[in-house]
């Protein structure tokens, strides 16, 4: 049982790690490269060293994906680039596929629409990708690199390394593409959080009832790698003893979560509960393997 439910969850995640880099890609190609807009990412670094170099952007966004996966996965170690390989081997992909098309008409869109629709679906994309617990590599390395070696709280490292990135652009293109830039990570920035939370909070705490509980328990334990306190409890309808499930969990897991239950037991009672905080192993307390 364990293992069908493994195999559909991995197919549905490879799905979605795959729409969300072709939504990026996207993004990149049909937005950001003929906009001109500095977003971060690799595609700004690309931006700027192709203002230098006789190379193609699309060409460098290729060169610096495959390269910063291999120093993340000597850096970082083997987590890292399981997580990050379907995206950093399918996004080079995407996009050169998309470079063979003509996006001259793309690059005369009024900069403020292309700012926020080159936002929205390259967070709807990346938003797919966080939502299943994959990376997607790229300019986030140099700030889990800098996060390890220094210690430095990791979303302080994003934003360094992402603002030394915007100011070079900055340099390169001028304050207009650096405003429509700012507008475009703001639209970005919702897309993400919205698609891969579903608008709820970051946590839930999921409580289960089911005569298979042990099965629930065990998939809870060894897929999902969370913790699970078992509750005495008696059904006062039934006077029967029957223990409850008590599992908090960050929201992007619900979903797998759900469908195995439902695949154990479809009769099972389930109350699920937004949590605003939550602290402790596993939310609280640094783990770089649990960031990367």
């Known amino acids: 049982m364990l293992k069908k439910l493994q195999e559909k969850y991995w197919l549905k995640n490879l799905i979605m790690i795959l729409v969300g880099n072709l939504l990026v890609a996207f993004s990149v190609s049909f937005f950001i490269l003929p906009g001109n807009i500095l977003s971060g990412g690799t595609a700004t670094v690309a931006m700027v060293l192709g203002h230098f170099l006789p190379i193609s952007q ?125 507008l475009s990570i703001f639209a970005m920035s919702y897309a993400i959080n919205w698609t891969s939370t579903a608008g709820s909070n970051a946590a839930k705490n999921v409580m289960i009832i089911s005569d298979h509980w042990k099965e629930i328990r065990d998939f809870l334990l060894t897929q ?31 979903s797998q979560v759900e469908d195995a239950i439902n695949e154990i037991d479809s009769q099972a009672f389930i109350v699920v509960t937004d949590v605003h905080e939550v602290r402790g192993r596993g939310f609280t307390v640094p783990d770089i393997d649990e960031e990367v």
């Open 224 to 254: 999902i790698s969370r913790g699970v306190t078992i509750l005495p409890a008696t059904g006062a309808w039934t006077n029967q003893e029957r223990p409850v499930l008590m599992c908090v969990m960050p929201s992007r897991r619900y």
């Open 58 to 182: 699309v060409n460098l966004i290729n060169i610096l994906t495959i390269s910063l996966f291999i120093l993340g996965w000597a850096v970082l170690g083997n987590r890292f680039a399981l997580r990050s390989l379907i995206s950093s081997l399918c996004y080079p992909i995407f996009i050169s596929l998309f470079s063979t098309l003509d996006t001259t008409a793309f690059s005369h869109v009024d900069p403020l629409l292309s700012a926020l629709y080159a936002g929205l679906i390259m967070g709807f994309g990346l938003g797919l990708v966080f939502r299943v617990g994959g990376s997607t590599g790229g300019m986030d390395v140099p700030a889990l690199i800098l996060h390890r070696l220094s210690h430095v709280r990791l979303n302080t490292c994003v934003m360094v390394v992402d603002s030394l990135t915007i100011l070079a652009g900055l340099y390169v293109y001028g304050l207009n593409s650096f405003l429509t830039g700012l």
